[in-house]
């Protein structure tokens, strides 16, 4: 019986040791991705935004067809989270966004919203207000890049 309780003895501290370092390991591995993340959050550019578009050349004029291109695909993709006034849906409205952000920032957020939701603080702000994650739509640059037009309309352009 001596010899029983012994055991179970060494199997508890034994148990109660793994559990410890365990612990010990997944904190230290928090530390390394919070290192990470904060490391990754300083290279963030707050004008550019997270993606591949690095110049994005808009005229000083409007492009009506691309506008009008960009209205129906807003219409489609955009219209039951976003209104084009500066009311909230379930977005927040639109009005102003082109004279807020860069061409670029837009962009990499319509065709990039996930890391860019993750890196940029006043997307992770909207967040708290909004309480929803833009989705991912999906579109093609050219897509991408008619919405911006129509935003440039929507924001008084001509």
């Known amino acids: 019986m001596k010899k029983l309780i012994y055991l179970l003895g060494i199997c508890v501290l034994i148990y109660a040791c793994s559990q410890s370092n365990n612990s010990n390991q997944s904190q230290s591995g928090s530390t390394e991705t919070e290192a990470e993340n904060t490391s990754a959050a300083s290279e963030y550019d ?59 920032w837009i962009m990499n957020f319509i065709t990039n919203p996930d890391p860019m939701i993750d890196k940029d603080p006043k997307l992770q702000a909207q967040l708290e207000l909004c309480l929803v994650r833009m989705p991912n739509q999906n579109l093609t640059d050219q897509e991408a890049r008619e919405i911006l037009e129509f935003m440039r309309k929507n924001d008084g352009v001509k």
């Open 46 to 104: 707050p004008k550019r935004g997270e993606g591949k578009h690095d110049k994005v050349e808009v005229g000083a004029t409007l492009d009506q067809n691309m506008a009008a291109k960009g209205e129906t695909i807003a219409n489609v993709k955009c219209a039951s989270c976003h209104k084009y006034s500066e009311e909230k849906l379930v977005g927040p409205g639109w009005s102003g966004v082109s004279t807020r952000h860069t061409p670029e």
